[in-house]
C-alpha cells in the first residue's frame, strides 16, 4: 500500500505566504510524475503545478510566478510552496502521485486526503 499525507495548510491573509508538503510512504519503488492539485468551493478539481522525477515543472496560469513546485526524490517529498497568495487560491489542497509500488510493475495513481489553504483577511 502507498500513502501520501498532505501537511501545512492554514489561514493566511492575502499576500501572504503558506508552504505545502506531502511525503509518500508504503511499500514504493518508484515515484514518477507528481502534482498538486485544488478544489475551492463550488468549483471542480483543477491543476495547480506538477513536476516530473527529473525536476521539470508546470503550472496553471493562475499562480504562474506565485507558486513553486519541488520535490526530494530521497525523502519521497513534494512541496508547493505558494507566496502573494490571493482568496481565489482557497481551496482544498490535494497531493497526487504516479507510484510504483513494490508489489506490481506499473504504476498506479494515488491521492492525499487534502489540506485546507483559506485565504482572508
Known amino acids: 500500500q502507498v500513502q501520501l499525507v498532505e501537511s501545512g495548510g492554514g489561514l493566511v491573509q492575502p499576500g501572504g505566504s503558506l508552504r505545502l508538503s506531502c511525503v509518500a510512504s508504503g511499500s514504493i519503488g518508484s515515484i514518477y510524475d507528481m502534482r498538486w492539485y485544488r478544489q475551492g468551493p463550488g468549483k471542480q478539481r483543477e491543476l495547480v503545478a506538477g513536476i516530473t522525477y527529473t525536476g521539470s515543472t508546470n503550472y496553471a496560469d493562475s499562480v504562474k510566478g506565485r507558486f513553486a513546485i519541488s520535490r526530494d526524490n530521497a525523502k519521497k517529498t513534494v512541496a508547493l510552496q505558494m507566496n502573494s497568495l490571493k482568496p481565489e487560491d482557497t481551496a482544498d489542497y490535494y497531493c497526487?502521485?504516479?507510484?510504483?509500488?513494490?508489489?506490481?510493475?506499473?504504476?498506479?495513481?494515488?491521492w492525499g486526503q487534502g489540506t485546507q489553504v483559506t485565504v482572508s483577511s
Open positions: 497526487n502521485a504516479d507510484v510504483r509500488s513494490l508489489l506490481t510493475t506499473t504504476s498506479m495513481n494515488y
